[in-house]
């Protein structure tokens, strides 16, 4: 049954994250229009919002303030919109669909595709180190640091540049973990973390529980991804079904086979799920999160 108070929190934390792109983002009317058109074109009206929700539900466990939320979530969702916009250019994936909409190359042109991920990933780090009044700045260089490091060559670059030289290679079980804690499992697991820092400082055994969760919940996340990749259909998922079957890419279902990876999307949430036993009803959202993440349809 349908979890009622957790959908309202969703629904109203996807709402604020409308607004605050919407005043974070440049304004279409200012020039370079095209770009800023592309900006916000890819950027509003479009996703889960998965990862501002892990930002929200974590900096709730640590009672940081909604403003600081709300621009930290945004910085991490850009970093997220500016690789999906690169992810779809024909160089990398080569797709026409994303969130339900003609993709960034295809609705404008290549070269703004390029420059519309560039400009919102510079924009991301623009968002997350000007001064925010409840975050001390040291804690803010750590927020700094910590996206850096889960969008670079050690995170989700780095694993994208794995993905694409596995196409139609056999990756072994680890391999294909490797791959995706860095290309998924980076930006997730930044998510919580950042959250978390914008609240108080939490203990070391309290972080690292919380580092663990994170870990296991973004592995979670890919192999449902996996999973609806063959099981859904493209208009209920936004973005082109079964690509990844076509492409010849090793995922958990092509290696373990669909009940099997079904099992092991369980089992890395009841992992996930453990890690957050210490920390009370302060952790309720988490936990549903990690519920909507493993039951998701799309
Ligand atoms: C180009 C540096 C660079 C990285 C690209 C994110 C990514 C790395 C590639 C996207 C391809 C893909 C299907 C990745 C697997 C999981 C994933 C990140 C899916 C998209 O995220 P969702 O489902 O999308 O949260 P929405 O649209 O809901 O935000």
Same mark, same amino acid.
């Given at each position: 049954?349908?979890?009622?108070?957790?959908?309202?929190?969703?629904?109203? %934390?996807?709402?604020?994250?409308?607004?605050?792109?919407?005043?974070?983002?440049?304004?279409?009317?200012?020039?370079?229009?095209?770009?800023?058109?592309?900006?916000?074109?890819?950027?509003?009206?479009?996703?889960?919002?998965?990862?501002? @929700? @892990?930002?929200?539900?974590?900096?709730? @466990?640590?009672?940081?303030?909604?403003?600081?939320?709300?621009?930290?979530?945004?910085?991490?969702?850009? %970093?997220?919109?500016?690789?999906?916009?690169?992810?779809? $250019?024909?160089?990398?994936?080569? #797709?026409?669909?994303?969130?339900?909409?003609?993709?960034?190359?295809?609705?404008?042109?290549?070269?703004?595709? @390029?420059?519309?991920? #560039?400009?919102?990933?510079?924009?991301?780090?623009?968002?997350?180190?000007?001064?925010?009044?409840?975050?001390?700045?040291?804690?803010?260089?750590?927020?700094?640091?910590?996206?850096?490091?889960?969008?670079?060559?050690?995170?989700?670059?780095?694993?994208?540049?794995? #993905?694409?030289?596995?196409?139609?290679?056999?990756?072994?079980?680890?391999?294909?973990?490797?791959?995706? $804690?860095?290309?998924?499992?980076?930006? %997730?697991?930044?998510?919580?973390?950042?959250?978390?820092? =914008?609240?108080?400082?939490?203990?070391?055994?309290?972080?690292?529980?919380?580092?663990?969760?994170?870990?296991?919940?973004?592995?979670?996340?890919?192999?449902? #991804?996996?999973?609806?990749?063959?099981?859904?259909?493209?208009?209920?998922?936004?973005?082109?079904?079964?690509?990844?079957?076509?492409?010849?890419?090793?995922?958990?279902?092509?290696?373990?086979?669909?009940?099997?990876?079904?099992?092991?999307?369980?089992?890395?949430?009841?992992?996930?799920?453990?890690?957050?036993?210490?920390?009370?009803?302060? =952790?309720?959202?988490?936990?549903?999160? =990690?519920?909507?993440?493993?039951?998701?349809?799309?």
């Amino acid at each position: 049954m349908a979890n009622e108070p957790f959908i309202g929190w969703m629904t109203a %934390i996807q709402q604020d994250m409308e607004t605050a792109l919407d005043a974070y983002l440049p304004s279409a009317d200012c020039a370079p229009q095209t770009l800023h058109q592309a900006i916000r074109y890819v950027a509003l009206e479009g996703g889960k919002r998965v990862r501002p @929700l @892990l930002v929200f539900a974590a900096g709730e @466990l640590a009672g940081a303030t909604p403003a600081a939320l709300a621009r930290i979530a945004s910085a991490l969702e850009m %970093i997220h919109v500016y690789s999906l916009v690169h992810d779809d $250019m024909p160089c990398m994936d080569d #797709d026409v669909l994303r969130r339900g909409k003609p993709t960034c190359h295809v609705a404008y042109d290549e070269a703004t595709a @390029l420059l519309t991920g #560039d400009a919102l990933q510079t924009l991301a780090f623009d968002l997350i180190s000007s001064p925010m009044d409840d975050i001390a700045p040291a804690a803010q260089l750590r927020m700094v640091h910590t996206l850096a490091r889960a969008a670079g060559h050690a995170g989700m670059a780095g694993g994208q540049a794995i #993905d694409l030289a596995s196409v139609g290679q056999p990756l072994s079980l680890p391999e294909l973990e490797f791959m995706h $804690m860095l290309k998924t499992g980076a930006l %997730i697991r930044a998510a919580v973390l950042l959250g978390a820092m =914008a609240g108080r400082p939490l203990s070391a055994d309290e972080n690292a529980r919380l580092d663990a969760f994170a870990k296991r919940i973004g592995l979670a996340f890919q192999v449902v #991804d996996d999973i609806l990749d063959c099981e859904a259909d493209s208009a209920t998922l936004g973005k082109t079904a079964g690509k990844d079957a076509a492409n010849d890419k090793p995922t958990y279902v092509s290696l373990l086979g669909l009940a099997e990876a079904k099992r092991f999307a369980r089992e890395l949430h009841d992992q996930a799920m453990s890690e957050l036993a210490g920390f009370g009803s302060s =952790a309720e959202r988490l936990k549903q999160l =990690a519920d909507y993440i493993v039951a998701r349809s799309f």
